[in-house]
DNA sequence: TAGATTGTTAATCGATTAACAATC
DNA sequence: TAGATTGTTAATCGATTAACAATC
């Protein structure tokens, strides 16, 4: 029997659903051993989002509650790592060892999660062959050669904004499907290629708009 | 004359059209002197945008274009620019010196935009009295004496997740009223307090969800 | 003027929510 | 069983887009 979920379902989730799927999933990570069942009221109000929302966002995926009960912590967490691919690892490169790349490199929370930056690459030869979060830095001329015998799932671009999108076309030639991109240009990329653009200027400007603005009620 | 959109914009601006104007400023900004015009076609191009969500988007605060022409594009970066809140200077407090706060700290391309950090406050007596980009860290215990005498617009939360709520009452109870947040958790705030969250790891889990998922088509 | 492109409306599309039957 | 909460539908709400009159 197809349901009209199974139909939407089939048409693709919706974005946001996606992106809220972090946000559940880091909430319920961060809940004590002690806290064994969760209903999606409480889940809503500790998220501010209502409780009808998180029920038809899981729906798209299963059914993980229990009627009259609610979620088991454990297992939902379970289930999202699942759909968020987190029962893998993935290999990352990092292009430009400036200030960010330097903090992201040396931040071992992604690790823990399972993503692992697997080398570095950098065109300054005054920092080629350092080391950062024990991974060397490497000349970005050997990128193409090194993607070629180590695949990686994520490339993480860190470079200044004129080079960016000719390092992104040059991954994306070799075969990279997935870019996180802290650069501040819109890159352009094939159908195929997924990119998560973190532009951490625009997410201030949001800041200054709202103070700019301010009346009543401007609840992020 | 009340027209509809004159309706529109006394409901509020929607959240999709005040997060697009910072992508808008940011492509203008980058383009060289030499480009004298554009149209809401070619900006769409360049953004993966429609035409008519762009001239949309910009009619909610005014009418900036010439007909049969396009717009000037430095009348329209100047414009929203001041939209945004870009012609005054921002004064920012950073909580947390850890490896992330460090980076934003060091970071000028902040102060280039306007947004100076006037402050830096950590909790580890380690490191309380280093300079980081020329800015003394504090101890936390003077963070509501500091705010006191050097009110700030805009509070930065690098702190670990279990520290970060209990930071942020405070910076509500001194009267900060917009936070920038990259601690992982949803923080609860009163409804005059904008919140702007930077989640990295979500950003990456949205990034394995794809690759986990990949079939067709799946451009950001 | 003819050509081009804006600003704005109405139509479309998609996402959120309220409501409730299903069910533990 | 009674009480509670899910999963799912239909209704609502809001955002995007196509189309075009206005106009430079």
Same sequence: chains 1, 2.
């Avoid at 199974?6 to 909430?27: C, D, E, F, H, T």
């Avoid at 038809?56 to 009627?67: E, I, M």
């Avoid at 570095?120 to 080391?131: A, H, L, R, T, V």
């Avoid at 997935?178 to 625009?202: C, R």
Wanted: with cysteine; glycine share 8%.
């Amino acid at each position: 029997m197809m349901t009209v979920r199974n139909r939407r379902k089939m048409a693709g989730i919706p974005r946001g659903v996606i992106s809220r799927l972090p946000v559940y999933y880091r909430y319920l990570s961060g809940l004590s051993q002690a806290h064994e069942k969760i209903s999606s009221a409480e889940l809503g109000k500790a998220l501010n989002m209502t409780a009808a929302q998180i029920r038809s966002d899981l729906s798209y995926f299963g059914s993980f509650g229990l009627h009259g009960y609610g979620y088991r912590v454990d297992e939902l967490r379970q289930r999202i790592a699942e759909i968020l691919g987190l029962d893998r690892e993935y290999r990352l490169v990092l292009i430009g060892a400036g200030n960010l790349g330097r903090a992201l490199a040396s931040y071992q929370n992604f690790r823990r999660r399972g993503f692992v930056i697997s080398a570095i690459f950098d065109s300054d030869p005054q920092i080629i062959g350092e080391e950062l979060g024990g991974v060397k830095i490497r000349s970005i001329d050997g990128l193409e050669k090194y993607l070629k015998s180590n695949p990686c799932d994520i490339a993480v671009i860190c470079t200044p904004r004129d080079v960016s999108q000719g390092i992104c076309d040059r991954l994306v030639a070799a075969g990279v499907k997935a870019i996180w991109n802290f650069s501040p240009i819109h890159l352009q990329v094939p159908d195929d290629v997924v990119v998560e653009h973190i532009h951490l200027t625009d997410s201030l400007l949001h800041l200054s708009f709202h103070l700019r603005h301010r009346t009543e009620s401007n609840q992020s």
